[in-house]
């Protein structure tokens, strides 16, 4: 038996009951931190999903946006709550795999950005869990980076089911039993900026689409668009994780820009499928 369960929030309109709008009080919320410079180096596509309206927010109105969204947020968690609850009390605990997944990640004001469509780690970074009864791993985080496409050979490999041969993704099995075993494989996003037609070439005004293309390792993410013609991004995650600071140009670390760039151009010329946030 295979049971999906969606839930709608934290979607816009952050709508929840107010006794979770209490438990996040306006002066216990911060603010995303924006350096008034954050621009300089980076391309103006990373910035295209900025809408105007957005842009000229109050502090006031971010604080209520961000309070607004931590409550759908935990209303949704208590509705999740429910469902778990309910496996208990079924006894079906021991014997069901879980997974809990979001379609893509959310922009709070980082980057001067609100919701989705950007190759920052807040957009394209999602939230994944799996509970596999008696797994080793249960209970642990791990560091690895994977790609929701690893979800169908995962659950295939798991349930003793034969997984197509022409996946794009792996099983996630051995993380599962071990969350810090040996794992090479980067995870890929893109966005379009500009909505494609039918030839994925042109937006219904004639004009041009531009495709960004991302790829997250451990420690790197390296972004491209229009395949680099619109300029390119490089972030180190060990020592930068909000990406502040676009490394692409540092002569240091051009060895490192060549490496990212094969991962990234391999990926999206063996992949039939990509991840949008």
Do not use: C
């Not at 410079?37 to 999903?49: D, L, Q, R």
């Not at 229009?226 to 140009?249: F, I, M, R, V």
Request: hydrophobic fraction near 35%; glycine fraction near 6%; aromatic fraction near 8%.
């Amino acid at each position: 038996v295979f049971l999906a369960v969606g839930f709608y929030r934290p979607h816009t309109p952050y709508v929840a009951p107010k006794k979770y709008f209490n438990m996040y009080p306006l002066d216990k919320v911060p603010l995303a931190k924006v350096p008034e410079n954050h621009k300089e180096g980076v391309p103006a596509p990373a910035f295209g999903s900025m809408k105007k309206e957005q842009e000229m927010l109050t502090d006031q109105l971010r604080l209520e946006a961000r309070q607004a969204y931590h409550a759908s947020t935990t209303f949704m968690d208590a509705q999740v709550g429910r469902v778990l609850d309910a496996l208990e009390r079924l006894n079906l605990a021991d014997r069901t795999i879980v997974v809990f997944q979001s379609d893509h990640g959310y922009h709070l004001g980082e980057h001067g950005l609100w919701q989705k469509m950007s190759l920052w780690e807040e957009s394209a970074r999602v939230p994944l869990i799996i509970y596999v009864p008696n797994a080793t791993g249960n209970g642990h985080a791990s560091p690895r980076t994977v790609e929701l496409i690893d979800l169908h050979p995962t659950l295939a490999d798991l349930a003793g089911i034969p997984a197509p041969e022409k996946l794009d993704g792996k099983s996630l099995r051995p993380l599962l039993d071990n969350p810090t075993a040996e794992w090479t494989k980067p995870a890929y996003t893109q966005v379009t900026r500009g909505t494609p037609t039918a030839t994925g070439e042109t937006t219904k005004k004639g004009q041009r689409v531009v495709w960004g293309r991302t790829v997250r390792t451990e420690r790197w993410r390296y972004t491209e668009w229009d395949g680099g013609k619109a300029g390119a991004q490089l972030y180190d995650h060990e020592n930068d994780p909000q990406e502040a600071t676009n490394l692409e140009s540092d002569p240091k670390l051009a060895a490192t820009v060549v490496e990212m760039r094969r991962l990234l151009h391999a990926g999206f010329d063996t992949k039939t499928t990509a991840t949008e946030p």
